[in-house]
């Protein structure tokens, strides 16, 4: 079945550094790919995807690239801020989104200043 | 932008006590909600997904007795953990689907139950 593999966390980093969360995925078919996050007592909220190889995701200076090759969809950022701090997870979807979805465990990241 | 409400946030009751936690679509009609189960340092982990007068599908080894999921409305799931016990405190999610396909689903702000 579809799986999504994410980078243990928790991730602490200083302020302005750069982020890499990895991920990569096994499906059959074609899946789409999302990045969310989870700040602090608040749901998940979509933060970006991409729906097919080599599309580039990107919102909030966050950038993902679905690479089929070596399917993964690593999250990156170049410079992170404090309010940056929150739970990423990686999911795919077989379907566009809008059908269930397959999450990874999920990556704390705290950014301190 | 489309908001989904879950109910309550917490809650904490003796084993053997049935609870139900609501999922409400505010500004949108879901003809599918999706119910999520979250154990502490782990990935969501998709229980059901609820069809809108019809019957919930369960993923597999997901009891359906014990995880009873009704979608009698376009705005409205509900998810009753019947006689709940200690193995039954977890963190549970839904999510909302829009049914545009280029649209996100939109989850809740999750419900912790945990059992005495």
């Known amino acids: 079945g579809d799986s999504v593999t994410q980078m243990e966390g928790p991730v602490t980093l200083s302020e302005e550094a750069f982020l890499t969360i990895n991920c990569t995925y096994t499906?059959?078919?074609?899946?789409?790919l999302f990045w969310y996050v989870q700040y602090p007592g608040e749901g998940l909220q979509l933060l970006l995807k991409?729906?097919?190889?080599?599309d580039k995701g990107s919102n909030k200076g966050f950038e993902a690239t679905y690479r089929k090759e070596t399917t993964s969809f690593h999250l990156e950022k170049g410079s992170v801020q404090v309010s940056d701090s929150a739970v990423y997870f990686c999911a795919l979807s077989d379907r566009g989104g809008n059908e269930k979805l397959t999450f990874g465990t999920g990556t704390r990241l705290t950014i301190i200043p | 932008g489309a908001v989904v409400s879950q109910h309550p946030s917490w809650v904490i009751c003796k084993s053997g006590t049935s609870v139900k936690i609501e999922c409400r679509s505010l500004?949108?009609?879901?003809?599918?909600m999706f119910w999520y189960r979250q154990f502490p340092k782990q990935s969501l982990m998709l229980m059901a997904t609820s069809n809108e007068g019809s019957k919930a599908t369960y993923e597999q080894g997901v009891e359906k007795d014990k995880f009873l999921i009704n979608h009698a409305s376009l705005t409205l799931s509900t998810l009753t953990v019947t006689s709940a016990h200690p193995e039954d405190s977890s963190f549970y999610i839904c999510?909302?689907?829009?049914?545009?396909?280029?649209?996100?689903?939109?989850f809740g702000d999750g419900t912790r139950l945990s059992i005495l």
């Open positions: 999510s909302a689907n829009t049914g545009y396909s280029n649209q996100p689903q939109h």
């Open positions: 499906a059959t078919g074609y899946p789409s």
């Open positions: 500004d949108f009609q879901a003809t599918t």
């Open positions: 991409a729906t097919k190889a080599d």
